[in-house]
């Protein structure tokens, strides 16, 4: 039997939800995505039809919430630190 997948995020247009997926999925989470076909046609990002939703599995919501958290929080950005190019070590 296929475990039921749970709604875990609500983004503006497809491309932002397919960015939550990715990120949730490069921690080992199944995730899929949705957005009424009208949305996707057309390019809405807003309202009803551009509203597109993240679904993980009910057995992932508990990780995927605390990495969403996490993701929201800026805990994923990367340093501030200076990055040397290849000119600089000459």
């Given at each position: ?26 921690f080992n989470i ?61």
């Amino acid at each position: 039997m296929t475990e039921k997948y749970i709604p875990i995020y609500s983004a503006n247009g497809i491309n932002n939800a397919i960015l939550i997926k990715n990120l949730l999925v490069s921690f080992n989470i199944p995730a899929e995505t949705y957005q009424e076909s009208a949305g996707i046609t057309y390019g809405i990002v807003s309202g009803p039809l551009g509203q597109a939703l993240v679904y993980v599995p009910a057995s992932h919501l508990e990780d995927a919430n605390a990495i969403i958290r996490a993701y929201e929080n800026n805990e994923f950005a990367a340093p501030d630190e200076k990055i040397e190019s290849s000119e600089d070590s000459d």
